[in-house]
């Protein structure tokens, strides 16, 4: 079994943020392959699908994105998926706009949410898709990242959505972490 969880901040005041990249991610390869988030427990929004002939949890964690390790932690420990098995998808500040990097394991980078997971997981193995939103230029860090892309970043962030979507689906399909760096990086 494997989990993907996407992180971001629960509620309409964050929609399309950039901090929800990893939301938006999620939104596109349920889109993409007619799902949805049916059911509300461990603190998110999840589904339990065969893809691929694997059973997959989608999550969308409902807690803050400070929190999300509460509620990938419930789901890990719920139907006892090695963290090995989980790929999380998160924005990272330190790449270009749309820039995709695998890691299968590794320190949280300063981000809160992969903090999270970290601590409640209880471990750093764990797969992430991270997607690069640029340090802020002439703003504060919270402001730049509760704020929408504009229209040339949301073009390079719909590219890195798609490609996102190959990578699941390969991550899936039993690649390892070494492989999809390889193709990916």
């Known amino acids: 079994m494997k989990i993907i969880a996407g ?9 399309r943020t950039k901090h929800n ?39 969308e964690p409902q807690t803050f994105m400070n929190e999300s390790g509460r509620s990938v932690a419930q789901v890990a420990n719920f139907f006892k998926v090695d963290p090995s098995d989980v790929l999380i998808i998160q924005d990272d500040m330190d790449m270009p706009i749309g820039k995709i990097r695998i ?11 992969i903090k999270s997971i970290i601590r409640d997981l209880g471990t750093e193995k764990f797969n992430r898709l991270k997607i690069g939103i640029r340090h802020p230029q002439k703003t504060s860090v919270v402001s730049w990242v509760l704020t929408p892309f504009n229209n ?18 390969d991550f899936i399909s039993g690649k390892d972490s070494q492989y999809l760096m390889n193709k990916y990086n």
């Open 7 to 15: 992180l971001g901040n629960p509620g309409k005041k964050y929609d």
């Open 21 to 59: 990249t990893g939301f938006m991610a999620m939104d596109h390869y349920l889109e993409k392959n007619n799902l949805s988030l049916d059911k509300d427990k461990f603190e998110g929004l999840w589904t339990k699908q065969k893809i691929n002939g694997e059973d997959v949890i989608l999550l």
């Open 103 to 113: 890691r299968a394991n590794g320190k949280s980078g300063g981000h809160n949410g």
């Open 152 to 169: 040339e970043q949301q073009k390079l962030m719909d590219d890195a959505f798609a490609t996102s979507a190959d990578i699941i689906d």
